[in-house]
Nanobody, 118 residues
């Protein structure tokens, strides 16, 4: 069964750092261009970062450039997002999935809550 399980979310202070993870199973993870998405209640899901199958290319939304780093470990079927210099506007539920412009959408996981507050 296809599963995407996000973990590592927490409440952090502005300016703090946090790394979240996505463990994939039930499909060949290394064959998929992956991404991190986030969603605030009442708003549409926003693409945050993308990474190619072999991690040779990455892309970021302007609001997180220079602060977030997406990476992957294909041997562990795991996707990571390192977040530095966090801002209150980063508060959201973070999800992982495929690049929907290239692949079929997989079932969404539960997401992991990141809250940035003083």
């Amino acid at each position: 069964q296809v599963q995407l399980v996000e973990s590592g979310g927490a409440m952090v202070q502005p300016g703090g750092s946090l790394t979240i993870s996505c463990r994939a199973s039930g499909f060949t993870f290394s064959n998929f261009h992956m991404g991190w998405y986030r969603q605030v209640p009442g708003s549409e899901r926003e693409l945050v970062a993308l990474i190619s199958e072999t991690a040779d290319t990455t892309q970021y939304v302007d609001s997180v450039k220079g602060r977030f780093t997406i990476s992957r470990d294909n041997a562990k079927d795991t996707l990571y997002l390192q977040m530095n210099a966090l801002k209150p506007e980063d508060t959201a539920v973070y999800y992982c999935n495929t690049n929907r412009r290239l692949h079929l959408v997989l079932p969404w996981g539960q997401g992991t809550q990141v809250t940035v507050s003083a």
